[in-house]
């Protein structure tokens, strides 16, 4: 239960008062008039005369009026007494419908993240400014007259709160104390998590009024295109729903104007990404770092101050300054470093590179994202693995493990791997990653070490590929046996960062592949295989002729044999610029897999599998196609043409000095025409085809020329865009066959299937006595350098946002159950008020650990799990400490950077971003309402003013009338002489004998 709030029902009821303990006084001064009758009751005094029997008998006879003339007295004197109490402590109870009773409960989400370090003006930021703005919430809150309750949460912790109590002058003190003891953080959390945390605690209190309070700067980014831009406007749904006001303390700078479509906000340049070109290099070698900078504000700049340090010394062979991007710009550098290789007992070391952009801190409001970090795994070698099903025949010329190894150990410079040929067995140790950076499987049948596996293809069995007519031996459940440790093995590698390249062949059983390795999408391998696209083996007594007969068909159409899917990616680049000369590449064989368009249905997940390499259609330039094309698009096509709406589009005034002005066909014109010529070319130049249509689809012209006509401006009206559309799926319907090659992410790392063999037994890729010449051998190699390039690039760089969790899961076999983190000290070397670092202090400092002793963890099911959640920049690395005492001390380490993809924008949001889907709870609305303040903005609003009965004219009115009855009353009771009346003895003895007012 919170502080200061209590169920108690008694207490409860002095929530009525704004002054409750004078109404517990009040209460008591009540019974001051009875205590005050029984005294003068006390007072009486017996005489006794001659004339007592008369007075005795007079006496009862008014006795009865007399009882209740003073009860009536004595409970107005009483009444008298509880209204000066209900004066005195403010009653504002609604039970006499005078004023709305109950509490007030105000849930403030402080917005503690990045962005908040925004620098406003000198020594003062975004959340100072939010700070002031809670506690100016809360002060006006504590002097309305109903209890008030509120509760801080922190953005990046909203679970924790960091007050929760009634607000009065005590609280109040402890609020400003606890504010001024807060600082920002450099994580990112979405808005909607505090939300959320709100709703659900004001979801339990039945207070009739509830507040939840957004201090925060208000970024465009939250509330239109961020991760949690949608849920946080279905959350605040939500909660006005709940009928809770919604207000949103707007603490950027300058404040927004009423009705300023765009407001204002703090230029800023951001260091986006610093990424070296491998995440494990060999000594010795140049290895090239990518740098991002991007201009998030309006101002510019020629050139920007660019620092680099390696393990804390500075880098003075980078080039100090850089031209700087533009506005909105984002652009990337590229610097080289080369490092030593580890100590002679080191199998790696580990090297840390900081990038700091300065000469910037006058123009720029965020300086935390000046800063980013990098590490580098640098070993004396890199070992690629390579495990052929093959055995040894792979190594003999033609062969799958000699066509690999050929190409990656003769690629240039730190391309260059070490290959180490190896079998199934070599997948079961446990350090996987730590050994490899890639994984070549080669035609493998499975990943099950059998101590005598049968032979693949040998006597009584049909080839590989092909369902066998008689049942096999039962294979073991690979996650139950022994045996299933080399894909465990091989799975973990690639969920912590490794990359797994099959090449396929005539060993590989298709069953396996599917049940096991694929495993409905949840395995390794990204698609279901359907069998072979051609299986010469199995025509008895026609195989070599069924070769030669498609081997002469390909070799007679003249198109490409294949295409890169997406011509921007790292792998294709390379082998994109030369897939219109392939047209001597032959691949006889390999797998089919599913339809591409079931791999984002029936088993694929978004952007989980991506189609690297289609080979070419079969198709052929038929009658069909022309009439497709005429009836469907040519024939609109040429109406547009004659159409004045779009003759921008299809004729341009060509000028030229001194010779006049020449109309001329425009690109649309131009382009129709090349389509319509291809579409009545040769039957087998299907591809020029749809070389022209791409063509026409894209042309953006020359956008330099003054007079530039950009093409795609047409094909995005809405007039024409589902006929691009359309044009788009024709297009690769013709073109594009079956898939070759295919790549999803695992974890975070990479499989890549290419579905025919490495080496020249099923294609000529490779060379062979299928090869087509020296062009397709050159694009085989530049294609798998590039691969392996992209693979040992990518993965697990170590790279994290801050807060991110890092998980290091370790075998209990093979380590203690004792890590100990280091942090490095004073990361930045930078302060966010542009204050320089000490002299004496080094740019980046050393390391310091976390705790002083190594901590423990226990084993679960035979595995250590270490959680870790980076709170701040800098490089962060954890020792694991193996069980052999003949093992070195591991290292694994993280560098955590800022998320300036979220908090780096300082572009602010506008009001009707904000506001959008308020209600105006002025008309009665049954939903909460939405204010937006800024600072310096009037916040009466909080005070809840209630009217007490002090307030009211009601009560003095109430209070006089019954004073007057009350001293009417106490003078008819009282004794009193009329006029010049004497006082007799009698009458004395009368007046003594009647009970006297009090």
């Known amino acids: 239960m919170p502080p200061g709030r209590c169920d108690c029902e008694a207490l409860r009821r002095m929530e009525l008062f704004v002054n409750p303990w004078y109404m517990v006084a009040g209460g008591a001064m009540v019974s001051s008039p009875i205590i005050i009758h029984l005294i003068n009751r006390m007072r009486f005094k017996r005489i006794r005369w001659a004339a007592m029997e008369f007075l005795l008998k007079a006496q009862k006879k008014n006795r009865r009026r007399l009882i209740i003339e003073q009860l009536i007295l004595l409970m107005l004197r009483c009444l008298l007494v509880l209204l000066a109490a209900f004066l005195v402590s403010r009653f504002v109870g609604h039970a006499l419908g005078l004023t709305q009773g109950g509490n007030t409960t105000h849930v ?21 400014i939010a700070k ?11 002097d309305a007259n109903n209890p008030q309750f509120l509760k801080l949460i922190l953005l990046s912790d909203p679970q924790n709160r960091v007050f929760d109590e009634r607000l009065n002058d005590e609280s109040l003190k402890k609020l400003a104390s606890t504010l001024d003891q807060l600082q920002p953080t ?9 939300v959320k945390v709100a709703e659900k605690l004001l979801a339990d209190i039945n207070d009739p009024r509830k507040w939840i309070h957004l201090a925060s700067d208000f970024r465009e980014r939250d509330w239109s295109e961020g991760s949690g831009a949608e849920a946080l406007r279905l959350a605040l749904d939500k909660v006005r729903n709940s009928k809770i006001n919604v207000t949103m303390l707007d603490s950027a700078s300058p404040a927004r104007q009423s009705n300023e479509p765009q407001p204002a906000f703090g230029d800023n340049f951001a260091i986006t990404d610093l990424r070296p070109e491998k995440r494990v290099v060999p000594a010795s070698t140049g290895v090239k770092f990518a740098l991002k900078i991007k201009n998030l504000g309006q101002v510019t700049r020629e050139k920007i101050k660019l620092d680099v340090f390696v393990d804390g010394s500075p880098e003075f062979r980078v080039i100090p300054y850089i031209e700087a991007p533009s506005r909105g710009e984002e652009k990337e550098y590229f610097f080289e470093l080369e490092f030593g290789p580890p100590g002679e007992k080191e199998r790696a070391k580990f090297h840390r590179v900081t990038a700091k952009i300065g000469d910037i801190e006058a123009e720029d409001a965020l300086l935390l994202d000046n800063v980013r970090h990098a590490i580098i795994e640098v070993r004396k070698e890199v070992p690629t693995l390579v495990i052929d099903g093959s055995g040894d025949d792979g190594k003999k010329p033609g062969g799958d493990t000699r066509s690999v190894t050929d190409v990656l150990t003769s690629a240039p410079g730190n391309e260059r791997a070490a290959v180490v040929s190896g079998t199934i067995k070599e997948l079961e140790r446990p350090d996987l990653i730590q050994e490899y950076a890639t994984i070549y499987l080669l035609n493998v049948r499975d990943l099950i070490t059998e101590d005598k596996a049968p032979p693949a293809g040998g006597a009584g069995q049909p080839p590989m590929g092909v369902q066998p007519t008689r049942p096999e031996t039962p294979r073991p459940d690979p996650k139950k046996s022994k045996k299933g440790r080399a894909l465990e093995n091989l799975q973990e590698f690639v969920r912590a960062g490794g990359n797994v390249v099959f090449f396929l062949g005539d060993r590989v059983d298709q069953q396996y592949y599917n049940d096991v390795l694929f495993r409905d999408c949840e395995g390794l391998f990204p698609v279901p295989l359907e069998g072979l696209k051609e299986n010469f083996e199995l025509r008895a007594g026609g195989a070599a002729k069924a070769r ?3 081997f002469a068909r390909l070799k007679a159409n003249r198109q490409p044999k294949i295409y890169a899917m997406d011509r921007d990616h790292e792998i294709l680049q390379g082998l994109y610029l030369f897939q219109n000369q392939l047209h001597e590449l032959y691949i006889l064989e390999y797998f089919r897999t599913r339809d591409r368009e079931q791999w984002k249905g029936s088993f694929g997940k978004p952007d989980d599998i991506k189609e690297l390499i289609t080979l070419a259609s079969d198709r052929k330039l038929d009658d069909g196609v022309r009439s497709t094309m005429q009836r469907r698009y040519l024939d609109r096509l040429n109406r547009a043409v004659n159409d004045k709406k779009w003759e921008k589009f299809v004729t341009r005034v060509k000028k030229e000095a001194g010779k006049p002005d020449q109309q001329v066909d425009g690109p649309l014109k131009i382009h129709l025409k090349r389509v319509t010529e291809a579409v009545f070319g040769k039957e087998d130049e299907l591809h020029k085809l749809a070389q022209a249509i791409e063509a026409m689809l894209t042309d953006r012209g020359n956008p330099s020329a ?3 006509v950009d093409l795609t401006e047409f094909w995005n009206s809405p007039e024409w865009i589902d006929m691009k559309n359309e044009l788009e799926t024709y297009r690769k319907d013709l073109l594009y066959g079956d898939t070759l090659s295919v790549m999803r992410k695992y974890g975070k790392g990479n499989v890549v299937a290419v579905l025919t063999t490495a080496g020249s037994k099923w294609n000529g890729w490779a060379g062979g006595p299928l090869s087509g010449g020296h062009i397709v051998n050159i694009s085989y190699t530049i294609f798998l350098v590039d691969l392996q390039k992209f693979l040992t690039r990518g993965g697990d760089t170590g790279g994290r946002n801050v807060g991110d969790e890092v998980q290091v899961e370790l075998d209990e076999k093979r380590y203690k159950g004792e890590y100990q983190f280091f942090v490095q000290k004073d990361e930045t070397a930078i302060k966010q008020d542009g204050a320089k670092p000490d002299d ?15 901590q423990k963890i226990k084993a679960e099911d035979g595995k250590f799990l270490i959680k870790y959640r980076g709170k701040k920049p800098g490089i962060h690395f954890v020792k694991l400490f193996p069980l052999a005492a003949d093992q070195p001390v591991e290292e694994r380490w993280f560098a955590y950077n800022l998320d300036t993809i979220n908090e780096s924008n300082l572009r602010r949001a506008s009001q009707p971003q904000l506001l959008g889907r308020a209600v105006d709870d002025s008309k009665g609305s049954d939903k909460g309402a939405t204010f937006l303040f800024k600072p310096g903005d009037d916040l009466n609003i909080f005070r809840e003013r209630q009217q007490d009965l002090s307030e009211t004219p009601w009560i003095f009115l109430l209070l006089l009338f019954i004073l007057v009855i009350e001293q009417a009353l106490a003078v008819h009771l009282s004794f009193h002489v009329k006029g010049a009346e004497e006082v007799t003895a009698p009458t004395v003895a009368l007046a003594s004998a009647r009970p006297q007012a009090a």
């Open 186 to 194: 450099p994580a990112h959390v979405d808005l909607v998590e505090g």
């Open 132 to 142: 002031k703005q809670v506690l100016a919430v809360a002060r006006k809150a504590a």
């Open 706 to 708: 003054p007079d530039n």
């Open 840 to 854: 004496k202090q080094p740019a980046v400092p050393g390391f310091v650990p976390l705790s002083s002793e190594p």
């Open 108 to 128: 403030v989400i402080l917005d503690d993240t990045a962005s908040m370090q925004e620098r406003v003006k000198q020594g003062e930021d975004c959340f100072s």
């Open 548 to 550: 030669d007969e498609k």
